[in-house]
């Protein structure tokens, strides 16, 4: 028989993303965030590759990843509406952690199965940073699927990218429950 933990069920169905442009500081201590670092890491890895790193961003890290934004758009073609959005998304973060993803040679391994591992470092971190109290999101956007930028806010080398940013603070509203997908829409069952 199964060792339950109800709590833990109950947050995960229960849990909601908190939208970054409503968190503030405070933000948590390098003390308080290893913790949340640490359950990401715990995500699950086919072949123990480890194809993924973390990049904690701090305050004056997010403003100068703010100011490669629009010389991005810019490049890309980006409306002005477009750069200021993904702007905002920098300038007004506290903490953020940039969630990397680290392709790496294996015979047995394959490149998709490292992105869905990145993938679940990345919800693993949101999911920690709510469980502890905190606010979290968990964006990404056209800058940060850009090679150039990647390499000049982060010096990515050419066989990382970025997964997402798990931006982490106080929030400031508690936004209201979203729309759920229909769980008999889109689960069927098979036993033969």
Not at 34 to 48: I, Q, Y
Not at 64 to 79: I, Y
Not at 125 to 136: I, R, V
Request: proline share 9%; with cysteine; net charge neutral.
């Amino acid at each position: 028989m199964p060792d339950p933990n109800p709590a833990a069920l109950a947050f995960l169905l229960t849990r909601r993303s908190r939208p970054a442009k409503t968190l503030t500081g405070p933000v948590p201590t390098r003390e308080a965030l290893m913790p949340m670092l640490e359950a990401a890491l715990r995500s699950p890895d086919h072949g123990k590759l480890e194809p993924w790193r973390l990049i904690v961003l701090e305050r004056t890290a997010l403003q100068r990843l703010a100011a490669l934004v629009p010389e991005t758009g810019d490049r890309l073609g980006r409306s002005a509406e477009e750069i200021a959005k993904a702007r905002d998304q920098f300038a007004k973060g506290d903490l953020a952690v940039a969630v990397i993803e680290v392709q790496k040679a294996s015979p047995k391994i394959p490149t998709i199965e490292q992105t869905y591992s990145a993938g679940a470092v990345c919800l693993a971190l949101l999911n920690a940073a709510l469980a502890s109290g905190w606010g979290a999101n968990w964006l990404s956007g056209w800058a940060s699927h850009d090679r150039d930028f990647a390499t000049k806010a982060l010096a990515l080398e050419p066989h990382e990218r970025i997964a997402g940013f798990i931006h982490i603070g106080t929030e400031t509203n508690v936004p209201p429950e979203r729309p759920r997908p229909d769980p008999a829409k889109i689960i069927s069952w098979v036993s033969e």
